[in-house]
């Protein structure tokens, strides 16, 4: 005899998961993709904390990019199955298999999914202050170069992002009854950032390396970011939440290009440690110099750093290896269009040879949301209701 009641089987398995997350912190098993957010908040063991935030803005590169390529003259798009498989089983430009961490913020916030800049019509810019994504696959804190414009075509760097929210704040202006209301809605609205590892990685590769040293770059980087964070400061911006670089000597295609002696590639990761370190000093400058600003760095290289030291702990049993078969099935480019991926894809921490899957991406989101280890000064969950 055959069983088969799909709608049992999803039932039985999202009660299972929920029971057997109690002790919560250990593993990274995402919840239901339409989960409330008072059931996420219970998943998280949040109990029945209120969380008032009236926006979610993001800015930064693939990690985030909700599908901006997708409207970009690029070839740079995630925009094809095996993507999404896992994102209500449609690939919409994020480069993973379903949500990304600031999906899970969103959800976690009671927020629709900040949708992406060029996707959002002229009739909804002046009606949606729930926050928009302006993230781009491949964009970095300093324009592309020339090279790589002319070899994957034109992606959004922060300037461009951050221009696209000068426009968003205009149109949004208009509807408050009075300057003072709109302010107050800016500086309770949360900015998060992923951005840095396109100039860490392929910028640096295709021209920069020839004109800095290391040190030399990271400073300028950071130079370049401040003016950036300053500028949406200026424009009423009060929270930020800024991550710092993952470990990219880690990700699997650095291991297949590189093929280092040592688990990861050092000199990247070295270059990475190297912005990291500027960019704690900055946040920690930017906010005790513009007053009534609360910059909080979000420590993504020791996320990544801890489950490589204890996987199993964290539910991983696959730490190196893209969990879907890439376009040279040598780890080197995005997942090859209609592949299948790999079966368990909670257990790997990498979906393509450069992304994180969901389920490390939940584990990311978590720990910023909860754990002071990396978050600081003060944890997400407390920048949400500040
Ligand atoms: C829920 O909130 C109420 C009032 O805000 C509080 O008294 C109660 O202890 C909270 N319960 C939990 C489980 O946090
Ligand atoms: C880097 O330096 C070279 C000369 O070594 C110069 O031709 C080039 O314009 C510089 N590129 C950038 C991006 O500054
Ligand atoms: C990956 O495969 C492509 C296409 O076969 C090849 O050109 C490239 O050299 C390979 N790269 C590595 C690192 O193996």
């Known amino acids: 005899m055959e069983f088969s009641c799909p709608i049992c089987v999803s039932i039985f398995s999202f009660v299972f998961q929920f029971f057997s997350f109690d002790s919560g912190d250990v593993f990274a098993i995402p919840p239901p993709f339409s989960i409330s957010q008072d059931a996420f908040l219970q998943y998280l063991s949040l109990g029945n904390i209120t969380i008032d935030l009236p926006a979610l803005y993001v800015f930064g590169d693939s990690f985030i990019d909700p599908g901006n390529n997708n409207y970009l003259k690029t070839v740079l ?15 919409t430009g994020r480069p993973t298999n379903g949500r990304t961490m600031v999906d899970f913020i969103a959800q976690i916030a009671g927020l629709p999914f900040p949708p992406p800049v060029l996707e959002v019509s002229e009739a909804s810019k ?4 729930t926050g928009v994504n302006y993230g781009s696959n491949s964009g970095g804190i300093l324009p592309s170069p020339r090279l790589a414009d ?24 208009v509807q408050f009854d009075n300057a003072e209301s709109f302010a107050q809605y800016m500086s309770k609205s949360l900015l998060f950032f992923h951005i840095g590892s396109n100039d860490l990685g392929i910028f640096w590769e295709f021209e ?6 290391v040190e030399k770059y990271s400073q300028f980087l950071i130079n370049e970011l401040s003016k950036q964070l300053q500028k949406l400061y200026e424009l009423g911006a009060r929270k930020f939440f800024v991550t710092n670089v993952s470990p ?4 699997p295609t650095s ?52 489950v490589f030291a204890s996987p199993a702990s964290y539910g991983f049993t696959d730490i190196k290896n893209s969990c ?30 450069f992304h994180p899957t969901e389920s490390m991406n939940f584990l990311i989101a978590r720990r910023f949301l909860k754990d002071s280890s990396v978050s600081s000064p003060i944890n997400l969950l407390q920048l949400m209701q500040a």
Do not use: W
Not at 77 to 91: R, V
Not at 208 to 213: G, I, P
């Open 255 to 306: 291991i297949a290009i590189e093929k280092p002696k040592t688990p990861c590639s050092e000199e990247k990761n070295m270059r990475v440690l190297n912005y990291n370190e500027h960019l704690s000093h900055l946040l920690s400058h930017l906010q005790s110099t513009l007053p009534g600003s609360k910059f909080v760095l979000g420590d993504l290289y020791k996320v990544f750093e801890d």
């Open 150 to 173: 002319q070899l994957f075509g034109h992606v959004l760097s922060m300037d461009e992002q951050i221009a696209l929210f000068e426009n968003t704040a205009k149109d949004l202006k």
């Open 208 to 213: 920069r390396h020839s004109n800095y040293t």
């Open 248 to 251: 990219l000597g880690c990700q």
């Open 324 to 353: 879907c078969i890439d376009l040279f099935r040598n780890q080197t480019r995005p997942c090859a269009p209609n592949s299948e991926p790999c079966k368990e894809r909670n257990k790997y921490v990498y979906y393509d040879p």
């Open 77 to 91: 798009k995630s925009n094809y199955t095996p993507y999404g498989i896992d994102f209500d089983g449609k690939p």
């Open 126 to 129: 002046k009606n949606s202050p």
